[in-house]
Structures are given as structure tokens and as C-alpha cells.
């Protein structure tokens, strides 16, 4: 499975909603798609998995959403802290993940 | 608390081999897989392979099967990553904790760099 992340690099303002789409090569299970942030210099944070449902300690205005080729991350109002690498990911058979390429969110 | 602590920093010479390390804590280590991902400079994330240290069952992805060895000691509840160096192959390296029925990836360690250089 090949994921592709659009758009590559988003630009907004505090504030504002930010809208990410993950797109898969061909269907995956809603069960088996996450979503990472990753801040410079640090390691990758789980936000949403299964889809839909947010990590422990992850803010509500972070919302996933999606099936089966199509997946979305929403963030309601951007926070300064939000700005930074977003990365989709799924678990296919046999045990092998696969990352999209990742959205860069800046402030705009 | 749920803690991934890899080992330090390393800069090595192509061809010499390293092994890093990936030390688990607050959960029982034999009981979740821990998978290996690297991030080359500037760029994503790419699954190396994964292991469940309580049988070692290891499986690595296509790109990287032949060219890198995970291993685990349940008892030091720590799990390895272990290959020749290539000059290519300067970037960061994460273990991450693979968690349950939905395959999240839910603990991440802080990393470890290497640098190869002649």
C-alpha cells in the first residue's frame, strides 16, 4: 500500500482549521490507520488511531476521520503548538506499516 | 510510564557494523512488539521491521530484509537493531512500542543518531 499525504505543506494561521488528507493505493481497514505529529528534534506522538479515536491526552480539537481509501485529520483552531510534521500510517498484512510522506503544517 | 530509552548517538566509518539498543519499561516488554523506523535526514518515516520479544518473531519489511538484524533480550527487556554500515545510512533511528488488535504504534523512543562518514 502506497499512502500519499496532500497537501505537502499547509499554511495557516493560529486560529484557523487545518484540514490533512491521507490517501491510500487501495482500501484499508478503519481499525489499522493512525496519525503522528512530529515537533523538530523530537520523536513522532501518537494523535488519532483506529481512525477516529484520539490518544490519551490529545486535545478534542484534533479529530480523524475516514474509510476506506480516503482518511482525514481535521484540527479545529490551530494552537502554536500544532504547527509542525504530520504523518498518516497503516498496518497492513504481515506485519509491515507504512508512513505517508508527511504534511508539513506552518504558520502562515 | 510506559518508557522507550534507546542508546546514545553513535558516528561510525562505512562498513563497520554498530548494534543499537532500545530499552522498554513500564509495561511488560515480552508482551508487545517493538518495531524499528528510520528517518533520514530531512525526510519521513520508513518501517524497518518488528519483533515480539516474547518469542522473538521478527518480520522486516522488503526494503530492508538482508540488510539490517532485529533481535530482543526479554530478560534485559531490550530489543536491538544491528547491520553493516553504509554511508547512506546517516539518520536517526526510533523503536517504537506496536500496541495490540489495532497495530498502534503507541510509544516512541527519543531516538538514536548515526552519523556515517568516512
Known amino acids: 500500500i502506497v499512502l500519499t499525504q496532500s497537501p505537502g505543506t499547509l499554511s495557516l494561521s493560529p486560529g484557523q482549521r487545518a484540514t490533512l488528507s491521507c490517501r491510500a493505493s487501495y482500501r484499508v481497514p478503519s481499525d489499522y490507520v493512525a496519525w503522528y505529529l512530529q515537533k523538530p528534534g523530537q520523536a513522532p506522538r501518537l494523535l488519532i488511531y483506529g481512525a477516529s479515536t484520539r490518544a490519551t491526552g490529545v486535545p478534542d480539537r484534533f479529530s480523524g476521520s475516514g474509510s476506506g481509501t480516503d482518511f482525514t485529520l481535521s484540527i479545529s483552531r490551530l494552537e502554536p503548538e500544532d504547527f509542525a510534521v504530520y504523518y498518516c500510517q497503516q498496518y497492513g498484512t504481515s506485519l509491515i506499516f507504512t508512513f505517508g510522506q508527511g504534511t508539513k503544517l506552518e504558520i502562515k | 510510564e510506559v518508557q522507550l530509552v534507546q542508546s546514545g548517538a553513535e558516528v561510525k566509518k562505512p562498513g563497520e557494523s554498530l548494534k543499537i539498543s532500545c530499552k522498554g519499561s513500564?509495561?511488560?516488554?515480552?508482551?508487545?512488539?517493538i518495531g524499528w523506523v528510520r528517518q533520514m535526514p530531512g525526510k519521513g518515516l520508513e518501517w524497518m521491521g518488528i519483533?515480539?520479544?516474547?518469542?522473538?518473531?521478527t518480520r522486516y519489511s522488503p526494503s530492508f530484509q538482508g540488510q539490517v538484524t532485529i533481535s530482543a533480550d526479554k530478560s534485559i527487556s531490550t530489543a536491538y537493531l544491528q547491520w553493516s554500515l553504509k554511508a547512506s545510512d546517516t539518520a536517526i533511528y526510533y523503536c517504537?512500542?506496536?500496541?495490540?488488535?489495532?497495530?498502534?504504534?503507541?510509544?516512541w523512543g527519543q531516538g538514536t543518531q548515526v552519523t556515517v562518514s568516512s
Open positions: 519483533i515480539y520479544p516474547g518469542d522473538s518473531d
Open positions: 517504537a512500542r506496536v500496541r495490540g488488535i489495532t497495530f498502534t504504534i503507541d510509544y
Open positions: 513500564g509495561y511488560s516488554f515480552a508482551n508487545y512488539w
